[in-house]
């Protein structure tokens, strides 16, 4: 259990102007300061190294932060939520849906109906849960708020007000889609909204378009690495489904199999709970192609895009 006593503003060496510093750098509660290394405490405060040290020890302190039982685990898990996608197959594929508390990475070429899942997720998760948030980030100009329109009617429901409860951002470079997934955290604590969803599509393009060229790969994963640190850490803390969508490339030296695979190497794929392979079908169907999940077998199934949302073919 959280102390009562101990905030962000009484832990040793910070004083008004730096809980202002911590609070603007998205520091908002015991917790994130608990779990920063001492390095982002510098960078976002000017404190000493030993003064942070101090700080994340004294948060760690007041918190419960050791270990817990098998038990205590799957007590928490049951506060998991499956998002639907009006295709019984893809729910049969992912045991009855899309997590919350986990991030979910769908990757695939053009046309494979990525973008499609995401506008499907954001009214379907708005229909199960009516005081729900939705936060898009649009990297690449796909969101379109006639489709959303679209499956809402479909659903049922008040277009007006879904449109109302997604919060839309688009994103002009990676800088910037690294800072609005930092400022979730913000809507949640400091506006009190409920979200529920997080989509970001597509996860590399920025990432992808910047950075060119075998010299600046390693730099390029840091930084990848550290905004699905970000996303990750919103999944869990706030029991939130985040949904990514992946481009991909064609690997020229394999002769066997299908050569297509994911930009964001290892980072994006040991930082993803779920993977899902989206390709083109037959007459108009695509196949997603479930090929890595904690629980869940690898298996695939085959759906349609329609007007009201994904159907079994």
Do not use: W
Not at 146 to 163: C, F, G, H, K, N
Not at 184 to 212: C, M, W, Y
């Amino acid at each position: 259990m959280m102390s009562e006593e101990m905030t962000i503003q009484n832990l040793p060496g910070v004083g008004a102007a730096t809980a202002e510093k911590l609070t603007s750098a998205g520091f908002l509660d015991l917790l994130s300061v608990a779990v920063a290394s001492p390095g982002q405490l510098v960078d976002s405060t000017g404190v000493s190294e030993a003064v942070a040290r101090k700080m994340i020890n004294a948060a760690r302190d007041s918190m419960n932060m050791g270990f817990e039982t098998g038990i205590d685990v799957m007590k928490r898990r049951e506060q998991v939520h499956k998002i639907e996608t009006g295709s019984s197959g893809f729910n049969e594929l992912m045991d009855g849906g899309f997590e919350t508390g986990a991030i979910t990475e769908c990757f695939g070429e053009f046309g494979s109906g990525k973008t499609q899942i995401g506008h499907i997720l954001a009214v379907q998760i708005l229909k199960e849960f009516p005081d729900a948030s939705v936060v898009y980030i649009d990297t690449e100009n796909t969101f379109r708020p006639e489709r959303i329109e679209q499956l809402a009617t479909a659903l049922d429901l008040s277009t007006e007000e879904v449109l109302n409860k997604i919060m839309v951002a688009r994103a002009y470079n990676s800088d910037h889609q690294m800072l609005l997934a930092e400022k979730v955290e913000g809507l949640i604590k400091e506006q009190g909204k409920n979200v529920k969803l997080l989509v970001v599509d597509s996860l590399t393009a920025h990432f992808r378009a910047e950075f060119i060229g075998r010299g600046t790969l390693a730099e390029r994963q840091q930084k990848l690495n550290r905004h699905m640190h970000t996303l990750s850490k919103l999944a869990s803390t706030n029991n939130m489904c985040v949904f990514v969508t992946n481009q991909v490339m064609a690997k020229p030296d394999q002769f066997f199999g299908d050569p297509t695979q994911a930009i964001g190497g290892h980072v994006v794929a040991h930082a993803s709970t779920f993977r899902i392979y989206l390709r083109k079908g037959k007459k108009g169907t695509r196949v997603a192609k479930l090929i890595d999940a904690p629980n869940l077998p690898d298996g695939e199934c085959c759906f349609e895009v329609t007007e009201g949302g994904l159907r079994d073919v």
